[in-house]
């Protein structure tokens, strides 16, 4: 079980962040059991990278956190980029259920593309605890010669607490600020980070609690 998050860096921008999750009500908790049951809709969070994932390596416990720079060039980067866009606005249009199986976190990721431009399938698509072991084998993280398992010991920045203060400051995913990513100056300046989330411990201890309560 994990879950990834796409951070989009831009030449003279902060890296914004697409996390795709349910979309809970005030005193609303996740459950994988109901999230195969239309209990929860699918929402697209639209973030800063020190707003999504420095609040889970400095702050919230329980999960691991791995930033991986992947391989994809610019100009494909920003088609990723716009695969968001896209999926994002036809969210809005048409609303959808989240789906633990068939429309989850990291299958959402897939199926924004065309199915004649989607990658192919993978058993760890769906059992996503896997997936960086996946993008590793199809070339798609910068490894530096790095076998696997080093990669992703070194890509784990828990802790790290400087992490984000020289990479970004903070700035909301304001839409006016996500136009201007959208003009034409931009469109060979994005590149694309992946960022693995992976329950560690103390999240599955307090699941167990919030099942229990």
Request: hydrophobic fraction near 40%; charge should be positive.
């Amino acid at each position: 079980m994990a879950h990834p998050i796409a951070s989009f860096q831009f030449a003279d921008a902060p890296p914004l962040c697409f996390s795709i999750e349910t979309r809970k009500e005030i005193g609303e908790r996740y459950s994988t059991i109901a999230g195969f049951f239309r209990q929860f809709e699918l929402i697209y969070v639209v973030a800063d990278e020190r707003d999504v994932i420095r609040v889970r390596t400095n702050f919230r416990r329980g999960e691991d956190v791995y930033l991986y720079r992947t391989t994809v060039p610019p100009d494909k980067a920003r088609e990723r980029f716009m695969d968001y866009i896209a999926a994002l606005n036809e969210l809005h249009a048409h609303p959808r259920w989240y789906n633990a199986a068939t429309t989850n976190c990291t299958t959402s990721i897939r199926t924004q593309r065309a199915a004649a431009q989607r990658a192919p399938w993978d058993w760890r698509i769906l059992l996503n605890g896997k997936v960086d072991e996946l993008l590793f084998e199809r070339g798609a993280l910068a490894t530096d010669g790095l076998p696997f398992a080093e990669l992703r010991m070194r890509s784990l920045i828990n802790g790290r607490r400087d992490s984000f203060r020289h990479r970004t400051r903070f700035l909301p995913a304001h839409p006016h600020r996500i136009a201007r990513l959208l003009n034409h100056e931009n469109q060979s300046a994005a590149t694309l980070h992946i960022v693995i989330l992976r329950p560690g411990p103390d999240f599955w201890g307090s699941q167990i609690r919030n099942q229990a309560s």
